[in-house]
Structure formats: C-alpha cells, structure tokens
C-alpha cells in the first residue's frame, strides 16, 4: 500500500520542490487541495487527518496551527520551518548526524534549516570526537542563492537586479543560530554573518578556523579534521568530504546550476598548518530543504534514502 502524504504548503517554493521530487513514485499517493481551498482549515485539517505523513512547507505560525490540527495519534510529521527544530518530541530530520534508525522511527521529524545543514555536517562531528572545542566561538560565513527566502524573496531578487550582493542578519539572532548551537554540540553560540547573492538557488557555508589558537587543536591538525569528516560520513551516498582546495584554486557557486540533493564537504588547510578552512557546498533547496524532507520521507516509509534524489 502506497504511504499517503499531504504537503501543507505545496505552491510554495519549497512545497513545489518536494512536490517534483515525489512526482511519478507509486511507494507514495498525494492528497492535494485545489488552489481556492488550500488555505481553508477545515480542508486542511481534514488532509491532514487522512494522511500517513505530513509535510508542512509553511511559515512558522502556520506550521504550530498545522500541527495542533491533528486529531489522531498515526499521522507523522515532516515540518520544512523552523517552529520545531529545538523543541522537545521532534526528531531533527538530519539522518546523518542525529541517526538514520532514529528519523526513520520518528513521528515528528523537524527538517534542518539550509545554513545550520552546512554547518552542523562539518563541526559536530568533529566536537563529537573531541577534535573541536565545544566551547569556542566558531565564525560561520554563508552565501544563499535568493529562493532560501521564499516567495518574498524571490520577487525581490526578480524585480530588483541591480543587487549584487546582500548582507543581512544584521541584529544578530538569526533563526537558525539556536538549532546550530544544540545540533554541533556547542555550549557558545556561533557568530552567523549570512548573505544572499543573485542566484536563484545554491549555497556555501563557511567556518574558518585558526587551528594554532584553537585549545586542544595546533598546528598541522587539518588532515585529522579531514579524517575525521571522512571517516563519519564513509558509504554516505549524500555526504562528500575532501581535502584541500579544489583544483581550479577558487570555489564557485552558477546562476545556472539546477537543482542537487548532495552535501560537499571540504577541509582545507594552509600550507603551514596554522589555519584550516570548513566549506560546505549544497542547494539551499536541496539538502537544505526538500531533498532533506524527501531523505526523511524515504526513511520513514522504510524506502532507501535517495529514492527520487538528484545527486
Ligand atoms: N526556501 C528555502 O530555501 C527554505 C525554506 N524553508 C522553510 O520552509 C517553509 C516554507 O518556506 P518557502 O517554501 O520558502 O516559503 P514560500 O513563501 O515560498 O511558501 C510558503 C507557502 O505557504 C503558504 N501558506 C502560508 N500560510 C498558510 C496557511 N495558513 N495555510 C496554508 N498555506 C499557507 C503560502 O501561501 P501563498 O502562496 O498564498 O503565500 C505559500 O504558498 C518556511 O518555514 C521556510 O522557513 C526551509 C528550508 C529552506
Ligand atoms: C536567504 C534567506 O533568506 N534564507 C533564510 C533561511 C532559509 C531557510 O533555511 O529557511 P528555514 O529556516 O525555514 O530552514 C533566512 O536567512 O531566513
């Protein structure tokens, strides 16, 4: 029998994405609502209560409103915002770091936000195993491609190309720092200086690393960082972990660049060992959305975790 699944938010950016991803696969039947009913509460409260699982691709509030709705304890849940990325009973949809096992036996499941994705897959592995401090002030610099901000952001992108780069987060607290501190293992919350540029999608998380300062680290300890990344993420067929600079000398981030569901990972230490730089390369729309909350789908309906995947 085919899993039931009703996305909450479908005609969004992220809604639409998962929608394509799922599009064709018989392991699974969509409830849809037609576009006059689909912000109608009764509607969607009764899809919500007919469905095995539930994707909510809607603003914060909304996705709490979504979950209040259910009347039953069967229905399972995958939510795309960040109301429940840190809240006690939710699983955080990251089979990597948190668990296969442990996403796959969830009911409620809290898809990773994009930047704390590229984040968390390069240091909480490496605090975990004692190679990282816990608590040290970590400094993560990150370019989103403008669909990581909706709908909204889009228009903004698309009515105003004169933009060629935006800085923002500027009052600090940005959403994603809280669920970055707890998923890396951190007892000091990362610095976050994010910024969007005029790609439609595409994303680069970077943590630098002064590995002679760092306590408990030194010089020369970039290769163990490497090792350490490879070891954990070893047969992930998502996660790429490498070490030192690409070939070309620069990382480069297309307009034209379609859609992936992939995970990069790179170290890259100076040539004297003093210094390390952590870069993760994703689709702020791939790992870091949709292909997450399909990677969890797939798990959760006991189906291997690339199914419909672009990797
Ligand atoms: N874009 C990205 O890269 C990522 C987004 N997310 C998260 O996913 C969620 C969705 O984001 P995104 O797809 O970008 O946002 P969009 O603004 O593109 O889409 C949100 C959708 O939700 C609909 N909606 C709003 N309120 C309700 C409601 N009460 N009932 C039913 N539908 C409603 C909107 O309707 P309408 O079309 O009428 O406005 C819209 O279609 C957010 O929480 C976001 O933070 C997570 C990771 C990455
Ligand atoms: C470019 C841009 O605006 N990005 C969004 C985050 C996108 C994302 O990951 O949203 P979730 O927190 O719902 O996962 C932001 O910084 O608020």
């Given at each position: 029998m085919s899993t039931?699944?009703?996305?909450d938010g479908a005609v969004g950016t992220t809604g639409l994405e998962i929608a394509e991803r799922l599009a064709g696969r018989g392991e699974f039947s969509l409830i849809t609502l037609e576009e006059a009913r689909r912000k109608d509460d009764g509607a969607r409260a009764e899809a919500i209560n007919a469905a095995d699982v539930v994707?909510?691709?809607?603003?914060?509030?909304?996705?709490?409103?979504?979950v209040a709705m259910i009347a039953n304890d069967t229905t399972r849940v995958i939510d795309a915002s960040t109301a429940h990325r840190v809240a006690p009973g939710w699983t955080y949809g990251f089979p990597e770091v948190i668990g296969h096992e442990t996403v796959a036996n969830a009911r409620f499941v809290a898809n990773p936000g994009c930047y704390p994705t590229g984040f968390i897959a390069l240091v909480a592995p490496l605090v975990r195993a004692g190679l990282l401090?816990?608590?040290w002030p970590y400094v993560v610099h990150a370019v989103s491609g403008y669909s990581g901000g909706g709908k909204a952001l889009i228009a903004r992108f698309e009515d105003d190309t004169d933009i060629a780069w935006r800085g923002y987060g500027l009052a600090f607290g940005h959403k994603h720092v809280p669920e970055?501190?707890?998923?890396?293992?951190?007892?000091?919350?990362p610095l976050f200086s994010p910024a969007v540029v005029p790609a439609l999608r595409g994303m680069v998380v970077e943590v630098p690393l002064s590995l002679e300062a760092l306590p408990g680290v030194g010089i020369g300890k970039g290769e163990a960082?490497?090792?350490?990344?490879?070891?954990?993420?070893?047969?992930?067929?998502?996660?790429?972990?490498?070490?030192?600079?690409?070939?070309?000398?620069?990382?480069?981030?297309?307009?034209?660049?379609?859609s992936w569901d992939g995970l990069a990972l790179s170290v890259i230490p100076s040539a004297d060992g003093t210094q390390a730089r952590l870069v993760a390369r994703l689709d702020n729309l791939g790992k870091g959305a949709s292909g997450a909350a399909v990677q969890s789908l797939n798990l959760m309906?006991?189906?291997?975790?690339?199914?419909g995947l672009s990797l």
């Open positions: 039931r699944v009703f996305i994707i909510l691709c809607l603003p914060d509030a909304a996705a709490r409103a979504a401090p816990a608590d970055m501190k707890a998923y890396a293992g951190l007892s000091v919350a960082l490497y090792d350490a990344l490879a070891a954990s993420y070893a047969g992930s067929p998502i996660v790429s972990v490498s070490l030192g600079a690409p070939a070309e000398g620069e990382i480069l981030m297309r307009r034209s660049t379609g309906a006991g189906l291997p975790e690339t199914a």
